[in-house]
């Protein structure tokens, strides 16, 4: 079973910055087998960007994605007040297919 | 427009059984495997199960193993979850997703609002 680690918890930056999450997984997967969310208060989660597919349909592209083996990367690189949220890795390599626990994005 | 609604949640006793849908439309349903997630008051997401296009096959998370049911009909659109033996570590909103293909090995491109599941005594 993979487990997907997210770091840090939680992350407290201004609107312009750039933020970078970390999701990191105990056994080495392509990033073609993972994917980043997006979750709002009161919301479902939103599909941002995957190794399969690149940026989803509306995304822009301050949202990009990096990394391999054990250690993949989201970065927004100029925070917009609307990208303050949730955010969550997922692996559909090998069921069950797990997210991490989350990061959250918070405005300093 | 892709949509998914779920409906069934509600409040059961532990022990006791329900059943959730998720009605799709908008895309041609039989394409496209599909996934239940759920995420327990302020916490955050728990893949439940996932189930092949075409229904022929099925995946679950260890925590639900042999007490829920991942089920399709395509000639109504639909994904449904028996889910039995509730306990209270179930409680949860419950999501449908659609994988953006036809295998489970793909991200879940739309979601639908979710279906709140309450075990409780």
């Known amino acids: 079973e993979i487990v997907l680690t997210q770091s840090p918890g939680t992350l407290s930056l201004s609107p312009g910055e750039r933020a970078t999450l970390s999701c990191r997984a105990t056994q080495s997967l392509s990033n073609y087998y993972l994917a980043w969310y997006q979750q709002k208060p009161g919301q479902a989660p939103r599909l941002l960007i995957s190794?399969?597919?690149g940026r989803a349909t509306g995304i822009p592209d301050r949202f990009s994605d990096s990394g391999s083996g054990t250690d993949f990367t989201l970065t927004i690189s100029r925070l917009e007040p609307e990208d303050f949220a949730v955010y969550y890795c997922q692996q559909y390599a090998s069921s069950p297919y797990s997210f991490g626990q989350g990061t959250k994005l918070e405005i300093k | 427009e892709v949509q998914l609604v779920e409906s069934g949640g509600g409040l059961v006793q532990p022990g006791g059984s329900l059943r959730l849908s998720c009605a799709a439309s908008?895309?041609?349903?039989?394409?496209?495997?599909m996934y239940w997630v759920r995420q327990p008051p302020g916490k955050g997401l728990e893949y439940v199960s996932a189930?092949?296009?075409?229904?022929?096959?099925?995946y679950y998370a260890n925590s639900v193993k042999g007490r829920f049911t991942i089920s399709r009909d395509n000639s109504k659109n639909t994904l449904y979850l028996q889910m039995g033996s509730l306990r209270t570590e179930d409680m949860a909103v419950y999501y449908c997703?659609?994988?953006?293909?036809?295998?489970?090995?793909?991200?879940?491109?739309?979601w639908g609002q979710g279906t709140l599941v309450t075990v409780s005594s």
């Open positions: 908008g895309f041609n349903f039989s394409n496209y495997a």
């Open positions: 189930i092949s296009y075409n229904g022929g096959s099925s």
């Open positions: 997703a659609r994988v953006d293909s036809g295998s489970f090995r793909g991200p879940q491109d739309f």
């Open positions: 190794g399969a597919s």
